[in-house]
T-cell receptor, first 108, second 113 residues
Framework: EDQVTQSPEALRLQEGESSSLNCSYT??????LFWYRQDPGKGPEFLFT???AGEEKEKERLKATLTKKESFLHITAPKPEDSATYLC?????????FGKGTRLHILP | NAGVTQTPKFQVLKTGQSMTLQCAQD?????MSWYRQDPGMGLRLIHY???????DQGEVPNGYNVSRSTTEDFPLRLLSAAPSQTSVYFC????????????FGEGSWLTVV
């Protein structure tokens, strides 16, 4: 069965304290892996798409990496405005499967 | 720059009532989809469409109908609302398919009493 598992479920960091969020997946025929940011009361906002193992993408303080079984979202020197829920998703055929997300809280 | 537009934003229904959640996109995207988001469950795919006239079921289709008569619109119909359908509903679209970047609407909050 196709599955996407994100860890940890929640993470509290001090401002400037770097860390990583994990997304592990079991899916055959992966077409792409996506990272989204979701703020309370809002729809998910696209961050990155990764298509093949070894691929990396960066945007401001965020960097996403992909291996054959998992993806990491590294956050460097986070700020309070980076607080949000981060969602990982994989696409297979015509369907997208989401993980349950990691709630990230950055303390000033 | 509208993107994906959902209406209504909030709705309260009585058990057994029917209603339609509207979704429109102005990006000429072929792929559209509906998700529901519940606490502790993440986003779950209800129905999707790869183009006008084509729809298919996702992970949790029961109790919902969809149609895709135009490229722009993808309404979600609740035939006989149940309390278990209380949720936040998101419509999303992408240019070519599930392997392409998906863009989401702002969500519709539905409560069934």
């Amino acid at each position: 069965e196709d599955q996407v598992t994100q860890s940890p479920e929640a993470l509290r960091l001090q401002e400037g304290e770097s860390s990583s969020l994990n997304c592990s997946y079991t899916v055959s025929g992966l077409r792409g892996l996506f990272w989204y940011r979701q703020d309370p009361g809002k729809g998910p906002e696209f961050l990155f798409t990764l298509y093949s193992a070894g691929e990396e993408k960066e945007k401001e303080r965020l960097k996403a990496t992909l291996t054959k079984k998992e993806s990491f979202l590294h956050i460097t020197a986070p700020k309070p405005e980076d607080s949000a829920t981060y969602l990982c998703a994989v696409s297979r055929d015509d369907k997208i499967i989401f993980g349950k997300g990691t709630r990230l809280h950055i303390l000033p | 720059n509208a993107g994906v537009t959902q209406t209504p934003k909030f709705q309260v229904l009585k058990t057994g009532q029917s209603m339609t959640l509207q979704c429109a996109q102005d990006m000429n995207h072929e792929y559209m989809s509906w998700y529901r988001q519940d606490p502790g469950m993440g986003l779950r795919l209800i129905h999707y469409s790869v183009g006008a006239g084509i729809t298919d079921q996702g992970e949790v289709p029961n109790g919902y109908n969809v149609s895709r008569s135009t490229t722009e619109d993808f309404p979600l119909r609740l035939l006989s609302a149940a309390p278990s359908q209380t949720s936040v509903y998101f419509c999303a679209s992408s240019r070519q398919g599930a392997g392409d970047t998906i863009y989401f609407g702002e969500g519709s909050w539905l409560t069934v009493v």
